[in-house]
């Protein structure tokens, strides 16, 4: 059972990246996914959610226009796509099946997490 992020690197600001998430060994379309993010020396932060059938998806504010989250269930694995990036969206993005927001952003036990990968933000 587990999620494996990738697709992290290091772009300037105004950039566009696109992280993947992949499930196995459980049924990925059972699942709400979240991103879930992390910027150095700060607690996590809960930044999109997708619902298990993808009709249903949610951001935060700080994300909201610029992050589009999607999932392909045949393939178990879920997109965030990222533009117009900031300095301040440098971090490691993990993805999960948590929800809601502060459940995530809890880290509660009983949830699958990624390993998570970094995203840096500089000129």
């Known amino acids: 059972v587990q999620l494996v992020e990738s697709g992290g690197g290091l772009l300037q600001p105004g950039g566009s990246l696109r992280l993947s998430c992949e499930g196995s060994?459980?049924?990925?379309?059972?699942?709400?996914i979240s991103w879930v993010r992390q910027a150095p020396g700060k607690g996590l932060e809960w930044i999109a959610r997708?619902?298990?059938?993808?009709?249903?998806?949610k951001y935060a504010e700080s994300v909201d226009g610029r992050f589009y989250i999607s999932r392909d269930n045949d393939k178990s694995t879920a997109y965030l796509q990222m533009r117009l990036l900031k300095k301040e969206d440098a971090g490691v993005y993990f993805c999960?099946?948590?929800?809601?927001?502060?459940?995530?952003?809890?880290?509660?036990?009983?949830?699958?997490w990624g390993q998570g990968t970094p995203v840096g933000v500089s000129f």
């Open positions: 060994g459980f049924n990925f379309e059972d699942y709400e």
């Open positions: 997708v619902s298990k059938r993808g009709g249903i998806k």
């Open positions: 999960a099946t948590c929800w809601p927001s502060d459940r995530c952003a809890s880290r509660l036990p009983g949830d699958i």
